[in-house]
């Protein structure tokens, strides 16, 4: 099976602009979640989306927000974003269960 | 979850057996132990699971003591490119929560040595 996608792999953006990161699951996981990692905190988790459903969600602002489509597939989006936005933002898939999760290369997203 | 506990960072010798502790002395019986692996500006890497029971796959082996409040992750045969940060991650199973996160720690820093 193909592994989990992410893209683009590399987004330069400025301050106050917006951006959209997709990624790709693995077939037939129904569960995509989303994770953002810089050197100060670490991995840190945004949100999961389940059967395009928001299942959980991380503690961040609500500049940052996702959607999950009927094959799966999700997008997240950071609106007016910020300079400490710059991070490598991580997708994970997997079946849901006790199983494990699936990471993507990751989105490196840089904020002039 | 359980919180757990690593040590920050380890070496190991290329071909040699390396073995990675992590407690989580307040582990429900319905936690699952999970490790997971990040090589340099990689996405995070599942390695191995286990409720109660030693486990064992084609990347490592995971052993459980029987209070289940520590384990073991063990690297047979060490190679350069076993060189990782090492997370340890405690969790119910998603299906009996409907949650689907991990809370990664600092986890450990293994460091192969030719």
């Known amino acids: 099976k193909a592994g989990v996608t992410q893209t683009p792999r590399y987004l330069i953006k400025t301050r106050g602009q917006q951006v959209t990161l997709s990624c790709s699951p693995i077939?037939?996981?129904?569960?995509v979640s989303w994770y953002q990692q810089t050197p100060g905190q670490g991995l840190q988790f945004l949100f999961e989306?389940?059967?395009?459903?928001?299942?959980n969600k991380g503690n961040f602002p609500g500049r940052f927000s996702g959607r999950q489509f009927s094959n799966s597939r999700s997008e997240m989006n950071v609106s007016t974003l910020e300079l400490g936005d710059s991070a490598l933002y991580l997708c994970?898939?997997?079946?849901?269960?006790?199983?494990?999760?699936?990471f993507g290369p990751g989105t490196r997203l840089t904020v002039l | 979850d359980a919180k757990t506990t690593q040590p920050p960072s380890m070496d190991c010798a290329e071909g040699r057996a390396a073995n990675l502790p992590c407690n989580h002395s307040?582990?429900?019986?319905?936690?699952?132990v999970y490790w997971y692996r990040q090589i340099h500006s990689q996405g995070p890497q599942y390695i191995i699971h286990?409720?109660?029971n030693n486990e064992t796959n084609e990347m490592a082996s995971l052993i459980i003591t029987e209070d289940r409040k520590s384990s073991t992750l063990i690297l047979p045969h060490a190679t350069l490119r076993d060189t990782a940060v090492y997370y340890c991650?405690?969790?119910?199973?998603?299906?009996?929560?409907?949650?689907?996160?991990?809370?990664f720690g600092t986890g450990t820093r293994l460091t192969v040595i030719p």
């Open positions: 994970a898939s997997s079946t849901g269960s006790s199983r494990g999760m699936y």
């Open positions: 077939s037939g996981h129904r569960s």
């Open positions: 989306y389940f059967s395009e459903t928001q299942r």
């Open positions: 307040t582990i429900s019986g319905n936690e699952y």
């Open positions: 286990g409720l109660k």
């Open positions: 991650i405690v969790r119910v199973s998603a299906l009996q929560t409907g949650a689907n996160n991990l809370f």
